[in-house]
């Protein structure tokens, strides 16, 4: 692939002139109708050292209003950012609707330098870049843009670079040795990013080869296609597809369907000297292996999800009681923010995901998307439908990247939410817990009931399994969500 570039390419200055101006003029026009169509754009150009694209980007945002785009410069990561999955410190850095962000060097850096200087074990690489091709199609589904360039340069063009801005005392500190093994195993690292462009140049996000020889043929061919990339998409937005009739909501399972809910033992209970002594057990568990997590730098992530009244607070507080507050979080997620919307749904969770050697813990989490989201038709059915697989996809970069996941839903019957609504609107502690919406929500029990099953069937998987806790006793749930998770720590560690 690379082999069979033109390097020899290039473009007189009265061309090159005459074509940049109306290129960036072109470029200025479209970043307003991106910001008016709310239309996201990632640009990632990556390459060789010395390859000039450092002067593309600046070249690129020369014309454009900088209260619109931000530039990315990807460093080594730091030691808060390799607490996270590889991918923790990109999504911070994602554009909002409308704007652009540009990256010089990118995620791509994990599966190339990484692997040159043996920071990636081989065996890693097809799994990072199968992770890679699910974030772009991920963030392109949504709606975004992503154009990513390789700028190539013959291995005489690079060392005749590196030696010139070695030489020159503005651009020397810029010289790494890094760049100069690029430089020295040009055959090794062009076989890597060979088999990186081959894998990730996808349908949703293809790469374009640059022939970087040339500065002047590089940024003409880069601005060109970056034009053509933003205009086609802004093409698409106009488009009026034929409307498709929504399907009414599935009311009940199919007889093919599995009823995971209605095999729950809602029966089962602990009177109360069994609780506390049981309680009390597991939480002086969990407070040891708390800092065992700690000291092995072990991830933990516990999602609750649940009924209205179900009992996650109670749930949460007696596994939270007797921690170290200052290596565990408790986020609440209730409808996204204004800001939030402006993103890939996902994008607030990974946010908030807990470091190495700490645990978080999630009260609601990303499967609103496939319940209340699919319920009250916030999100469309291709959308939800679609989440199914994005959370699979998700939740298999955690897992990969050694967290322990546990996932709770807490079931009651509708008695019981009947009972507990009742008594919450009657005690003065706990009436600003029930809600208008919460009356809402029992209402439509059948269709949640569906979505619950089928959430559970599409994602629940050997990595990330669903534990379903009976919940009807408030004592029962408790205990088991407790011991559950310490199973699940316990199982992690025999693998490490």
Same mark, same amino acid.
């Given at each position: ?26 470029? *200025? ?34 014309? =454009? ?63 990072? =870049? ?18 990513? @360039? ?198 607030? @969770? ?13 009260? *609601? ?74 009356? *809402?929500? *029992? ?54």
């Amino acid at each position: 692939m690379l082999d069979n570039l033109d390097l020899d390419l290039s473009l007189d200055k009265a061309t090159y002139k005459s074509q940049i101006e109306e290129l960036m003029r072109q470029l *200025r026009s479209l970043q307003n109708a991106c910001w008016q169509q709310k239309l996201p754009v990632i640009v990632v150009l990556e390459g060789w050292a010395a390859a000039g694209k450092g002067a593309l980007v600046k070249k690129i945002i020369n014309y =454009m209003d900088p209260r619109g785009f931000a530039v990315h410069p990807i460093l080594t990561p730091t030691a808060e950012e390799q607490r996270y999955p590889f991918l923790w410190r990109f999504w911070q850095k994602l554009p909002r609707a409308g704007s652009m962000a540009f990256f010089y060097h990118s995620w791509y850096t994990h599966i190339l330098e990484d692997r040159l200087f043996e920071k990636l074990p081989a065996e890693q690489s097809p799994i990072v =870049m199968g992770q890679i091709n699910f974030f772009e199609r991920q963030l392109v589904e949504d709606g975004a843009v992503i154009a990513k @360039f390789w700028v190539h340069l013959s291995r005489k063009e690079l060392k005749r670079r590196l030696e010139k801005y070695e030489q020159d005392e503005l651009e020397a500190w810029r010289v790494r040795k890094e760049d100069w093994q690029q430089a020295k195993r040009y055959n090794e690292y062009a076989a890597l990013a060979e088999e990186m462009l081959t894998y990730t140049s996808t349908g949703a996000a293809p790469w374009t080869l640059v022939e970087g020889n040339c500065d002047r043929w590089t940024r003409i061919k880069v601005l060109s296609q970056l034009v053509a990339t933003i205009t086609e998409a802004l093409d698409r937005r106009q488009l009026i597809l034929p409307e498709i009739p929504a399907l009414p909501p599935q009311e009940k399972l199919l007889p093919t369907e599995p009823d995971f809910l209605a095999k729950v033992d809602l029966s089962l209970q602990l009177n109360r000297e069994e609780y506390k002594q049981r309680l009390r057990q597991a939480q002086l568990e969990l407070r040891k292996l708390q800092l065992v997590i700690h000291q092995q730098n072990i991830p933990v992530l516990i999602l609750f999800e649940g009924w209205d009244a179900a009992g996650k607070g109670g749930a949460i507080k007696r596994l939270t009681d007797i921690l170290d507050p200052r290596s565990y979080q408790v986020n609440a997620f209730s409808a996204p923010t204004t800001e939030e919307k402006q993103y890939h749904y996902l994008w607030r @969770f990974w946010r908030r995901l807990p470091g190495a050697g700490s645990i978080g813990i999630f009260d *609601r989490t990303w499967y609103g998307r496939v319940l209340v989201e699919r319920v009250e038709g916030f999100a469309t059915e291709v959308e939800w439908r679609r989440a199914y697989g994005e959370i699979n996809e998700f939740e298999a970069m955690l897992t990969s990247a050694s967290y322990v996941l546990v996932k709770f839903w807490l079931h009651i019957s509708p008695e019981e939410q009947l009972r507990r609504f009742e008594e919450r609107k009657d005690d003065d502690f706990k009436d600003y817990k029930l809600t208008e919406e919460d009356w *809402r929500n *029992r209402e439509k029990w059948h269709l949640y009931e569906v979505a619950v099953n089928h959430a559970i069937a599409r994602t629940s998987t050997p990595a990330a399994p669903w534990t379903i806790l009976a919940g009807n006793d408030k004592y029962y749930a408790r205990v088991q969500a407790i011991e559950t998770v310490i199973e699940a720590i316990k199982k992690a560690m025999k693998r490490r």
